[in-house]
């Protein structure tokens, strides 16, 4: 008896294992679909897809954690609403480049001094000193540069990288991009926010720097170096994240 109800059993179930019985209610044309979706396709199809799949986002993972940070690249533009511009500029102010900007302003000053300029404490203590009213000079630049100006001129403060110039070309991008940003519309224009930040940080470091020169000039002067001394930085930025994946690599 056992038996028989074994061999009934099974002569119900084989033919639904095999997709010959009945299928559910609603399911006939959903089979149908995936039957003919799938004839044709090798058995490892899917399995070299997913795998490739999972290479990508592997190695889109990598290039991400060695980019440096705050350096997106060109395909990456969006705008940037008040708000984000005002998180632009925060992150700016802890930022290496600040204070690697004071030190190059220190230096300078330190090894061509201002003959008006008032004097310093030698040694170590100036430098700190000299090092102090540079970095405090470098947070004001952030705050007009990266925020004020450009939410009041709706434009974008931040550099994009472009790796797909040539070295060349890529290099005087870089170099290009003090005097030309994005506007909040996404067309090029003037850097406005670059320039008449920077001069306007600079006049008022008149009013706490001592021995700065006061006048149009010496800011123009000023403006001028921080212009060239921030298109290394962009050059740096440029070409760091490329050096750093092939040292990654070895």
């Known amino acids: 008896m056992r038996a028989l109800l074994y061999s009934l059993a099974l002569f119900f ?17 959903l089979g149908t679909v995936q039957t003919n979706q799938n004839a044709g396709t090798p058995p490892d199809f899917h399995l070299t897809s997913k795998v490739t799949q999972m290479k990508a986002l592997v190695k889109t993972q990598v290039n991400k954690a060695i980019m440096a940070p705050g350096c997106p690249n060109v395909e990456n533009w969006r705008p940037l609403s008040t708000q984000e511009k005002f998180k632009v500029f925060l992150e700016h102010t802890y930022k290496p480049q600040t204070f690697a900007s004071a030190l190059v302003d220190t230096t300078v000053a330190t090894l061509h001094p201002d003959a008006k300029a008032v004097e310093y404490e030698t040694g170590v203590m100036g430098f700190g000193q000299k090092y102090g009213i540079a ?8 705050f007009f540069e990266r925020f ?3 939410t009041v001129l709706k434009q ?18 870089a170099m290009s991009r003090v005097a030309i940003t994005r506007s909040d519309s996404g067309v090029d224009t003037f850097n406005a926010s ?7 940080s600079q006049a008022l470091s008149d009013l706490y720097v001592p021995g700065n020169r006061q006048g149009m000039w010496p800011i123009a002067d000023r403006v001028t170096f921080d212009l060239v001394r921030d298109a290394g930085f962009n050059l740096l930025h440029e070409f760091w994240p490329d050096v750093r994946r092939k040292l990654f690599r070895k």
């Not at 179930?13 to 044309?29: I, K, M, R, S, V």
């Not at 970095?135 to 952030?142: G, Q």
């Not at 670059?194 to 306007?200: C, E, I, S, T, Y």
Request: proline residues 13%.
């Open 13 to 29: 179930l084989c033919p639904l294992a095999f997709g010959q019985g009945t299928a559910p209610p609603g399911t006939e044309q």
């Open 135 to 142: 970095l405090a000079t470098s947070e004001t630049d952030v």
């Open 148 to 150: 004020l100006v450009p």
């Open 156 to 173: 974008d403060p931040r550099y994009f990288r472009n790796p797909e110039l040539p070295f060349f070309k890529r290099a005087m991008y």
């Open 194 to 200: 670059r320039v008449l930040g920077g001069a306007a």
